[in-house]
């Protein structure tokens, strides 16, 4: 028996569709390729906790072969968001990890993720549970999921949380 | 050796149904006495069946932790739902968390290793840095973003564990199929030379549903007994 179960599979498909659907019907739709359609968080340049690096895609953003749709679709595609989940953003960036990489013989860190043409999509009120040790039932645990989905060929590449 | 899958496994061994909320139960080895800097080892995988009915994990990991154990760093491979991952694929993962009252810093990287590689896993404080940095085999997965020995007090403690997030999930590994931790070594210094674990104690959750068994001074087979 196949113990894989999504509960939520339907739930996630209705998110997808509401927020698409409601950005359609207030007339959002109307933006150019790779431009977001979603309410465009105001992204810093450099987030410490993850390390990451963050650039406008500029003139890159035309080779993006993922729609922001598509992105979300992939992003959202599997697993559980749990309940109270919101889709808050999807972006078309450039992207540095700082902190995933290797280091070569001479010391020089080569990341992994180097100035990748990538949808960050974003979620927050995903559950966000503790491994390793428990959170406790009092504490903050982290809500806010960060989906990194390669614009070329729809991979996702990275799930990052810290907040 | 585990079942012929590449990255997913949809003929696993089905475990229970779910029973309670989420929680945390581990399944290896553990140090609290001696000072430590650097928990390593290699772990093989082997695909873990998850209870159904709720959202679960089953994770194979290293770490090290302050002796309260509100803050920790650890790195490993994980199946699960949560965080919205694909269930049909092992994904390597790192998380750390300063201190009690501190969001953790999860990061989940995909491909995973595949079914029956044996891949090495380290988290070990960087004397330059002065951060804890999370190895999967020679990449580095994150480091963190505040010194530990600003906030935690020697001895830290070394932990090679499984851990689930409910009974019913089976940890890594099958009584024909465990998993090896192998090369199990901490740091005694920082930056130091690894070295066999001084004063490591077996920890098990959830009855006989899981087992560990020792090898010799640097190596543990871990599984879950009663699938």
Redesign the interface.
């Known amino acids: 028996?196949?113990?894989?179960?999504?509960?939520h599979g339907r739930r996630r498909a209705a998110l997808v569709i509401l927020v698409l659907g409601t950005l359609a019907v207030g007339g959002l739709w109307a933006g150019t390729a790779g431009e977001s359609r979603l309410p465009v968080y105001p992204a810093p340049t450099f987030l410490?906790?993850?390390?990451w690096r963050i650039e406008p895609p500029g003139e890159q953003a035309a080779l993006a072969k993922l729609s922001e749709a598509d992105a979300i679709a992939a992003?959202?595609?599997?697993?559980?968001?749990?309940d109270g989940t919101k889709l808050l953003s999807a972006q078309l960036v450039i992207l540095t990890d700082e902190?995933?990489?290797?280091?070569d013989a001479a010391g020089v860190?080569h990341p992994?993720i180097d100035h990748r043409l990538v949808w960050l999509v974003r979620?927050t009120g995903?559950?966000?549970?503790?491994?390793?040790?428990?959170?406790?039932p009092d504490?903050?645990?982290?809500s806010e999921?960060n989906?990194v989905v390669d614009a070329l060929t729809g991979?996702?590449?990275?799930?990052?949380?810290?907040? | 050796m585990g079942l012929p899958i590449a990255n997913g496994n949809p003929g696993a061994t089905a475990a229970g149904t779910c029973s309670g909320s989420l929680g945390n139960y581990f399944n290896g080895w553990f140090t609290f006495t001696v000072n430590t800097w650097g928990s390593t080892a290699n772990i093989s995988t082997e695909w873990p069946s998850l209870c159904s009915g709720q959202a679960s994990f089953s994770t194979a990991w290293v770490m090290i932790a302050d002796p309260d154990l509100g803050g920790w760093a650890q790195a490993g491979y994980i199946r699960t739902q949560l965080w919205n991952l694909d269930s049909r694929k092992l994904y390597v993962f790192s998380q750390y968390r300063r201190a009690v009252g501190f969001q953790p810093i999860t990061k989940f990287f995909s491909p995973g290793p595949p079914n029956d590689a044996v891949r090495s896993y380290t988290a070990r404080y960087n004397p330059m840095s002065r951060r804890i940095d999370l190895y999967y085999e020679d990449q580095r997965l994150d480091t963190t973003n505040f010194d530990p020995t600003a906030v935690w007090s020697q001895p830290w403690s070394s932990q090679w564990s499984e851990e689930t997030g409910h009974c019913q999930t089976d940890v890594p590994g099958l009584p024909l199929d465990r998993v090896h931790y192998t090369v199990v070594r901490q740091q005694h210094a920082p930056g130091g030379p690894w070295q066999a674990p001084i004063g490591a104690q077996f920890g098990r959750d959830c009855g006989a549903k899981y087992a560990t068994q020792q090898v010799n001074q640097t190596a543990f087979d871990a599984w879950t007994a009663a699938p």
């Open positions: 028996m196949n113990v894989e179960r999504r509960p410490a906790d993850p390390g992003a959202t595609a599997s697993g559980d968001l749990g902190h995933y990489g290797s280091f860190f992994t979620t995903t559950p966000v549970p503790c491994l390793g040790l428990p959170c406790g504490e903050p645990l982290a999921l989906v991979d996702v590449l990275q799930v990052a949380s810290w907040r």
